[in-house]
C-alpha cells in the first residue's frame, strides 16, 4: 500500500489546522478586548488594545487588518506544512531502520 494518501492526508489537514489556529485566536483576543470595553472603567484599555492589534495586523498587511491575519495565518500554515513533513520523513526513515 502506498504511503502517498497517508502523507497528503496528514499535511492537509496540517495545513488547514495551522492556518485556521491563529486566525482564531486573533479573533478571541479582538472579541476579548471588545468585551473589555464595555466593562466600565476599563473602556480606555478595550479601545487601545484592540487598535493596537489592528495597527499590529495592518502592518503584515499593508494596510488591511484583514490582509494582515491571512498573511501570518499563511506563514503558518506553510511552517506546520514543513513540520509535517520533516516528521512524515523521519518516521518512515526510522521505521526502516527497525
Do not use: H, K, W
Not at 494518501?5 to 486573533?26: D, E, K, Q, W
Not at 471588545?34 to 466600565?40: L, Q
Not at 499593508?62 to 509535517?84: K, M, N, R
Amino acid at each position: 500500500m502506498s504511503i502517498l494518501p497517508n502523507f497528503l492526508r496528514s499535511l492537509v489537514l496540517t495545513t488547514l489546522l495551522s492556518f485556521v489556529a491563529p486566525i482564531v485566536v486573533v479573533i478571541a483576543l479582538l472579541a476579548t478586548l471588545s468585551i473589555i470595553g464595555f466593562v466600565p472603567g476599563l473602556e480606555a484599555i478595550g479601545q487601545t488594545g484592540t487598535a493596537q492589534l489592528l495597527n499590529f495586523l495592518a502592518v503584515f498587511g499593508t494596510g488591511s487588518p484583514l490582509q494582515g491575519v491571512t498573511i501570518i495565518g499563511l506563514a503558518c500554515s506553510f511552517v506546520g506544512a514543513l513540520f509535517d513533513a520533516y516528521i512524515f520523513y523521519r518516521y518512515q526513515t526510522l521505521n526502516d531502520i527497525n
